[in-house]
């Protein structure tokens, strides 16, 4: 299977704050990788730099074997979807134009008609009726708002869709509808997938592979149904809730 | 030497904070001057801005004149009384009004109003992530939000003075024609006669500079904001301050500039 993504020896400091201290990875074409590990320890660093929201201090990322850092920026964030922690939604515009944003402006433009019909597609795709598509996010509840992202997110069929804490902040039903949802949608697009989560039910819902990331450094890799018999400390400590073991609990 | 330095040392680190955030914005600045004029150019959202910066800051700039120009007359009647001047009262409120008070005054309350409410939703934006989200839908921020609003205010603020010209000389007029005995004729051909183009012209240019300031700080304070909504309120704060007081430092140069031969 060819490499989608790979980070390269990656360095990333935010002043004396060194965040990624030489991060290396690899993501199959297809597959569904998740990154665990604590608040703070540059899990959406990671994703940032891959989009170019931030630029690594060193290494190297690439893209279908491809720099991340060089060609032409609209065709390469083209082929991204993002489903931002909060949702990200544009306030100022309402959920249609919030989903089909990208299929009405730039590169991918078309008729006004055709775009709200894929949106009220893709909004369907997440489980929410056509009726929601007039309102505005700020009259959705917390739940509908992290599917109008979704929506968002593949309204232009990406090839590698990011996820940052995709169910932070929900009910433990909402999230399993949102795993089951990312699930579905990554695998019947075809698509790559990189999550980030601390939701240890998520991991096991979405993953094919999981990542652990600490330190700076990923500490753990391999396929999911691996990670319980890992044998690696920190990975135990972490997907099994423990407040005492080799990480330390006061960051 | 530690003495020295507990002197110094404050100096020497505001003077390098200044530098570096008169630095930051002249790139800022540099930035929104070359997406100007490279497409993609988001129509609707420039009209959007035009309504928003615009339309909507007519009330504050047209009350701020009206009361402006009253208070310039029944100041000029008192101050020419003492040299048998009451007469000079339109022509000094029309001069007033148009090269200085019209744009200044105006610009200051859309700065207060616009750069504050720029400042606030572009820092709001950068908070919730919103920002990044337009990158990541290949929109670049610059041009979506920075260009339509900085070239709505530089455009509607020649208009928005020139309204409020307008209105200030109305102000004086209902004043002298009310409070001060002025004939209504008289007033009005005393204005008109004593105004030459260029008094107008050098406001409404003066304007122009003021509406793209205002927006500019606004921009520049919301997509840097800092975290939360403290961040936010600080963001909204050091845009409307800043540009405040760029504009005063404006004028004084664009005067200097204009009317020293």
């Known amino acids: 299977m060819s490499k989608m993504i790979e980070f390269q020896d990656v360095h990333k400091a935010f002043g004396a704050n060194k965040v990624l201290r030489g991060v290396s990875l690899s993501v199959d074409k297809g597959t569904s990788t998740v990154i665990i590990g604590g608040s703070g320890t540059g899990k959406s660093v990671m994703i940032k730099t891959v989009l170019g929201l931030l630029k690594p201090d060193s290494g190297t990322i690439l893209v279908d074997g491809a720099d991340a850092t060089a060609g032409d920026r609209d065709a390469f964030l083209a082929r991204f979807g993002m489903l931002f922690q909060g949702g990200a939604l544009f306030d100022s515009l309402t959920v249609w134009q919030n989903v089909a944003f990208r299929l009405l402006r730039g590169a991918l433009k078309r008729p006004r008609d055709e775009a709200r019909a894929i949106a009220i597609e893709k909004l369907r795709r997440v489980g929410l009726r056509s009726e929601v598509a007039d309102q505005f996010p700020a009259e959705l509840s917390g739940g509908m708002q992290k599917r109008v992202g979704l929506a968002r997110a593949i309204a232009a069929d990406p090839e590698i869709i990011f996820f940052d804490e995709p169910t932070t902040g929900l009910d433990p039903i909402m999230s399993g509808v949102i795993n089951e949802l990312i699930r579905e949608i990554v695998t019947e697009m075809g698509a790559t997938a990189m999550t980030i989560t601390h939701d240890m039910s998520s991991v096991r819902a979405i993953a094919d592979n999981v990542a652990m990331l600490h330190d700076g450094k990923i500490r753990w890799t391999g396929p999911v149904g691996e990670m319980d018999t890992s044998g690696d400390p920190y990975l135990h400590q972490f997907i099994n809730a423990r407040a005492d073991g080799p990480i330390e609990a006061v960051r | ?261």
């Open chain 2, 1 to 261: 030497m530690a003495f020295l330095e507990a002197i110094f040392a404050p100096i020497g680190r505001s003077t390098l904070m200044l530098l570096a955030a008169i630095g930051r914005i002249a790139v800022f600045t540099a930035d929104t001057l070359s997406h100007l004029v490279r497409p993609p150019f988001y129509l609707r959202e420039f009209g959007q801005q035009i309504m928003a910066i615009g339309y909507f800051s007519l009330p504050v700039v047209g009350l701020t004149a009206l009361f402006t120009g009253g208070a310039l007359a029944l100041q000029i009647y008192a101050g020419g009384a003492r040299f048998n001047a009451e007469s000079v009262v339109p022509s000094i409120v029309a001069i007033g009004m148009v090269r200085e008070l019209g744009p200044v005054l105006g610009g200051l309350m859309v700065a207060g109003r616009v750069a504050a409410s720029v400042a606030a939703e572009l820092g709001t934006m950068k908070v919730t992530e919103q920002i990044d989200a337009l990158v990541t839908l290949s929109t670049n921020p610059m041009k979506y939000l920075t260009v339509p609003r900085v070239l709505a205010a530089t455009l509607t603020m020649p208009i928005l003075a020139g309204i409020g010209d307008v209105i200030g000389i109305l102000g004086g007029y209902l004043v002298g024609t009310s409070r001060l005995g002025f004939n209504s004729a008289a007033y009005i051909s005393n204005t008109l006669d004593f105004l030459e183009p260029w008094d107008v012209v050098s406001g409404l240019v003066k304007a122009a500079v003021f509406g793209f300031i205002v927006a500019l700080m606004g921009c520049y304070h919301g997509m840097n904001s800092g975290r939360g909504a403290q961040g936010v309120g600080k963001a909204t704060t050091n845009a409307v301050v800043s540009a405040s007081v760029l504009i005063l430092a404006a004028n004084f140069i664009l005067t200097e500039a204009f009317f020293t031969q």
